[in-house]
């Protein structure tokens, strides 16, 4: 009998899915599968000291951490008008000593629309572009919420998505769920959030339509022309029973919230073309984190390594 792949590894359904992104975008060799289109910035993470009694994780404890950090419009097409309607991503690599570093991945939605790789690639399927429209087939997608129950709230959120000011004033979710281990081996769940210090500013679509093609970019360099951009780092704790192998669900909003942090973002790095062959990895992690049991984790790992290594190599 031939060996099982382990739970959550699924090295051929990754290859799938690239390809099916390929098909559903268009492919633009070069570029990441999705969110091609993004810059990479310098910033700093400032620990709130507030949450090393729960994670030995070096970026959580009292030092500053520098960090790069990628905004991002979530289609895999770079050429994508910024002011489309469409989730954004906000990636960071806190870097530690030793060359050692820890990556939060998140977009801005608080759920996703498939709760297992199977259900990734059914909803791809389901995505797919009309030959004749160019757009998903309505009553496909129907068809696929239906089946998909879990999938509701996820789907909604996109349909929700708001086209923001800046990329500075939209919240960041990691949509999954990831463990905190302390000095005395005890775990906690935990879900992590980007609050914008700028608060949660979004355009109506009148306003959206006056704006350039990549104005999310232009209004950031000015942004940060003007003194740097902040968020912070809310990260709400798992309570009993809350399941931490669904990032189609959310959590109770009663939960403890603490603050882990503040990142600040103080510039576009110098060597952008270098910067943007970096894969941030939502499985990079350091002593002191864990990943929870969310299948769709190991599966991204494995999907955004089939993606960098084909835009690395200029495919
Ligand atoms: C199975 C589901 C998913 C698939 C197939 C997928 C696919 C991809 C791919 C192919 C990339 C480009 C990777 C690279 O070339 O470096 C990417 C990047 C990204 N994904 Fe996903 N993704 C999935 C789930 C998610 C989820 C749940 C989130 C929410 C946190 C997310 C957020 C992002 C972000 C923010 C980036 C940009 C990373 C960067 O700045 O380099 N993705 N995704």
Request: hydrophobic share 40%; with cysteine.
């Amino acid at each position: 009998m031939s060996p099982q792949p382990p739970t959550g590894v699924h090295p051929q359904l990754a290859v799938d899915v690239v390809d099916r992104l390929e098909w559903v975008s268009g492919l633009y060799p070069g570029y990441r599968r999705a969110h091609a289109k993004g810059a990479c910035y310098r910033g700093v993470f400032l620990p709130s000291g507030k949450v090393s009694t729960l994670t030995t994780a070096a970026h959580l404890q009292v030092d500053p951490v520098p960090a790069t950090v990628r905004f991002s419009n979530f289609s895999g097409n770079p050429y994508i008008w910024d002011r489309s309607r469409s989730a954004r991503g906000l990636s960071v690599s806190f870097h530690l000593p030793g060359g050692v570093s820890t990556d939060l991945v998140m977009v801005s939605q608080p759920v996703f629309v498939a709760a297992t790789p199977q259900d990734m690639w059914e909803f791809l399927q389901a995505a797919e572009p009309d030959v004749f429209t160019g757009s998903p087939d309505p009553e496909v997608l129907r068809r696929y919420a239906t089946e998909h129950a879990e999938s509701f709230r996820g789907l909604r959120a996109v349909k929700k998505t708001p086209i923001p000011v800046s990329y500075a004033t939209l919240r960041y979710w990691a949509v999954h769920a990831f463990v905190w281990v302390n000095r005395r081996l005890q775990r906690t769940a935990v879900r992590y959030r980007w609050e914008p210090e700028a608060g949660v500013q979004q355009l109506t679509d009148e306003r959206a339509a006056a704006k350039s093609p990549n104005y999310l970019h232009e209004e950031l360099a000015e942004r940060l022309a003007n003194g740097s951009v902040a968020f912070t780092l809310r990260v709400q704790l798992a309570g009993p029973g809350d399941a931490t192998d669904d990032c189609t669900a959310l959590w109770p909003a009663d939960r403890t919230e603490l603050t882990a942090g503040r990142l600040l973002v103080t510039g576009e790095v110098e060597d952008q073309a270098k910067a943007e062959q970096r894969m941030f990895d939502p499985t990079r992690l350091v002593p002191g984190l864990e990943l929870s049991d969310d299948p769709m984790l190991a599966f991204r790992a494995q999907v955004y390594a089939v993606s960098h290594s084909r835009r690395t190599r200029g495919s």
